[in-house]
């Protein structure tokens, strides 16, 4: 079975281009989630969509930052313009109905270096 | 609101040594927690997971990990370190249903 999919794996960019993240969820997961990692702060989670609609977006960093999902089997996340602390890996993980005990699956990430 | 706190950002251990890595919860409900493994340049991936069923979960690749709900801990444990071990390790905590939250990652060394 084909896990969460992202691309692109790498990416880097100048200062004030627009970066598109792509992810394409575990098929029949209904909730994705967008998490950025860095040295300094770990694992922050962005944003999470449940059955495509936005939920909490409270971790998005600014309104550089926006992220959709127009179906089930994608979501993209994107910054613009993207400043040099933007670097860092951009990880989507999915989640079937299961209730509360079920895992989250993680694509591979983008890592993302703005220079 | 749920949330872990791994001690210790780096652990080193010998080869063939125990691994012991620390996490406590803190959780105003039954906490659904949850241990992953990052390897370098990859996603994270689940090792195992506490829901409630047993207190004594055993994951992948020989680790397992003990709730006590007394101590309000939920470390991971393997008793021979091998070389391939050697990776960052995130404890979790379900947050209902916005995912998870994490700590800040243990590092573990393999000394040869």
């Known amino acids: 079975d084909a896990g969460v999919i992202q691309s692109p794996r790498h990416e880097v960019t100048e200062m004030g281009q627009e970066v598109t993240l792509r992810c394409k969820p575990i098929?029949?997961?209904?909730?994705l989630f967008w998490y950025r990692q860095t040295m300094m702060r770990g694992l922050e989670l962005l944003i999470y969509?449940?059955?495509?609609?936005?939920?909490?977006d409270s971790g998005m960093p600014e309104d550089r930052f926006s992220a959709k999902m127009p179906n089930a089997s994608f979501s993209t996340l994107k910054i613009q313009p993207s400043e040099p602390r933007d670097s860092a890996v951009y990880f989507c993980?999915?989640?079937?109905?299961?209730?509360?005990?079920?895992?989250?699956?993680f694509g591979e990430g983008s890592r993302l270096t703005v220079l | 609101a749920q949330s872990v706190t791994q001690l210790g950002s780096h652990v080193s251990v010998s080869e063939g040594a125990l691994v012991l890595l620390r996490c406590n919860y803190s959780?105003?409900?039954?906490?659904?927690l949850f241990w992953y493994v990052q390897y370098p340049n990859q996603g994270l991936q689940l090792l195992l997971k506490?829901?409630?069923?047993?207190?004594l979960v055993k994951g992948i690749n020989g680790f397992e990990a003990e709730f006590k709900k007394s101590e309000t801990s939920f470390h991971l444990t393997k008793p021979s370190a091998h070389m391939s071990d050697a990776a960052e390790y995130f404890c979790?905590?379900?947050?209902?249903?916005?995912?998870?939250?994490f700590g800040k990652g243990t590092h573990l060394i393999i000394q040869p």
């Open positions: 959780s105003s409900v039954p906490p659904y």
């Open positions: 098929s029949g997961h209904n909730s």
């Open positions: 506490y829901t409630s069923a047993a207190t």
């Open positions: 993980a999915s989640i079937g109905a299961g209730g509360n005990t079920g895992e989250l699956f």
């Open positions: 969509f449940n059955n495509n609609v936005p939920i909490d």
């Open positions: 979790a905590v379900r947050r209902g249903a916005d995912g998870l939250t």
